[in-house]
């Protein structure tokens, strides 16, 4: 059974224009079907959603999904554009306080390790009993 929309009978003959010139169509390079980033947002939400920002890349791609299904691929690219920054400030914001404190924590090791070489040598000095009377 067909349930196709416009319904039409396959055997009539395909109108032509009275001339019988063809119209020719020019399409450009076709572009890709735009992309709306759910994975990547549904993992920013779940896993590095600081200050809601994967749950706002979560609704954009939701937004771009319709978009692309109800045809409208203009609107849809939109979208996951903003779908895409989203996810990349959830990310960075999850990502780069974590690597700042380790590199802090690296630095302020080094920097006490100096410091208790530095002062061994105090606290390995040897003093005379004459020093205390």
Not at 21 to 33: E, I, N, V
């Amino acid at each position: 059974m067909d349930t196709s929309y416009p319904r039409e009978d396959p055997r009539a003959p395909t109108p032509r224009k009275a001339d019988g010139a063809h119209t020719a169509l020019t399409l450009g390079a076709p572009r890709p079907p735009p992309r709306d980033h759910l994975i990547w947002s549904v993992f920013s939400t779940l896993y590095l959603n600081l200050c809601c920002l994967g749950f706002l890349a979560l609704a954009y791609s939701i937004k771009a999904r319709d978009q692309k299904v109800a045809g409208d691929l203009e609107a849809a690219r939109r979208l996951g554009s903003k779908a895409k920054c989203y996810n990349i400030l959830a990310t960075m914001w999850a990502l780069v306080p974590p690597l700042l404190l380790l590199a802090l924590v690296v630095t302020g090791a080094l920097h006490l390790s100096r410091l208790a070489k530095g002062s061994a040598a105090f606290f390995s000095t040897k003093f005379d009993d004459s020093d205390y009377d």
